[in-house]
Nanobody, 119 residues
């Protein structure tokens, strides 16, 4: 059964860093793209980043230069390293599985984890 289990969220001060993890089970990670999506209070969900099965990456403009997505296929885990965090990064972050190796349209979702950037 497909599962995506997230960890690593929390409270951080502006300018700080967090690393989110997404542990996959029930499928072979290197057959699928994996992405990160966030939803801030009262706002629409927005795609943050996505990584293809071969490692090509996409970043939404607000996080370019600050966030880095990576994957460790041997551990069946995808990471989102978030640096230089800003209050506007506050949101619930979800990892999600693409429908194929190069697709950032998603069919399975993690449970979400809260990231709060505040002093």
């Amino acid at each position: 059964q497909v599962q995506l289990v997230q960890s690593g969220g929390g409270l951080v001060q502006p300018g700080g860093s967090l690393r989110l993890s997404c542990a996959a089970s029930g499928f072979t990670l290197d057959d699928y793209a994996i992405g990160w999506v966030r939803q801030a209070p009262g706002k629409e969900r927005e795609g943050v980043s996505c990584i293809s099965s071969e490692g090509s990456t996409y970043y939404d403009s607000p996080v370019k230069g600050r966030f880095t997505i990576s994957r460790d296929n041997a551990k069946n885990t995808v990471y989102l390293q978030m640096n230089s965090l800003k209050p506007e990064d506050t949101a619930v972050y979800y990892c999600a599985r693409g429908v194929g190796p190069h697709s950032c349209e998603y069919d399975y979702w993690g449970q979400g984890t809260q990231v709060t950037v505040s002093s």
